[in-house]
């Protein structure tokens, strides 16, 4: 199974925006982005489905989007308002994940 890889993390002043990119297999059909947080388990906080249905965790609703570009073959995460609470590292895996986990992206949110 595909590991994917996350990028386009980094540091960010509270209510800051990053738009985090993972390159998804053209056939995948549900995908999502999960975060883990320090001293916290992976979870998955924004899934799309096919490429139209999307569902959010309530802490991250309303600020983050997450979209799909099939012709680029590439998953999106764009996070807007940023609290220093979204500091973790994000991870990009089909929904339900598979067992293998590419390397994520750090995000960091500073006060």
């Known amino acids: 199974q595909a590991r994917m890889k996350a990028s386009g993390g980094g540091l960010v002043q509270v209510g800051g925006s990053l738009r985090l990119s993972c390159p998804v297999p053209?056939?995948?059909?549900?995908a999502g982005w999960y975060r883990q947080r320090p001293g916290e388990q992976r979870v998955l906080i924004a899934s799309?489905?096919?490429?139209?249905?999307?569902n959010y965790a309530d802490v991250v609703k309303g600020r983050f989007t997450i979209s799909r570009d099939r012709d680029k073959n590439l998953m999106y995460l764009q996070m807007n308002s940023l609290k220093p609470q979204d500091t973790a590292v994000y991870y990009c895996?089909?929904?339900?994940?598979?067992?293998?986990w590419g390397q994520g992206t750090q995000v960091t949110v500073s006060s």
């Open positions: 895996n089909f929904v339900p994940s598979g067992a293998n």
């Open positions: 053209r056939t995948t059909f549900s």
């Open positions: 799309i489905i096919d490429r139209t249905t999307t």
